[in-house]
């Protein structure tokens, strides 16, 4: 099970959008709504999944990417953040 992101801006918000196809399928989107505007995005997955087609789509920032890059941007990612670094303990950052 994908663990959810906590986002700190309130116009930012998560969501997962299931729409009927005119073939009867679902295509599920995973997005971001900034406001009142819808970007496709996961970095947890394709954001744009229909399985009766057989199909994924891989979407950062509405930005579409193949498999293997969207796999090469996801490896980029830092491992912990700043705040959870070991080598911080003990220091007072304020």
């Known amino acids: 099970m994908p663990r959810k992101k906590i986002v700190k801006d309130p116009d930012i918000k998560p969501r997962k959008i299931t729409v009927k196809e005119d073939d009867g399928s679902l295509t599920t989107m995973h997005t971001l709504q900034i406001k009142e505007k819808f970007v496709l995005h ?5 954001a744009l999944i229909n399985k009766e087609q057989h199909k994924k789509e891989y979407y950062l920032n509405s930005i579409e990417y193949d498999y293997d890059t969207w796999n090469e941007i996801r490896k980029g990612r830092e491992g912990l953040p700043w705040y959870k670094n070991p080598a911080h303990k003990g220091t007072s950052r304020h």
Do not use: D, M
């Open 42 to 46: 996961n970095f947890e997955g394709p």
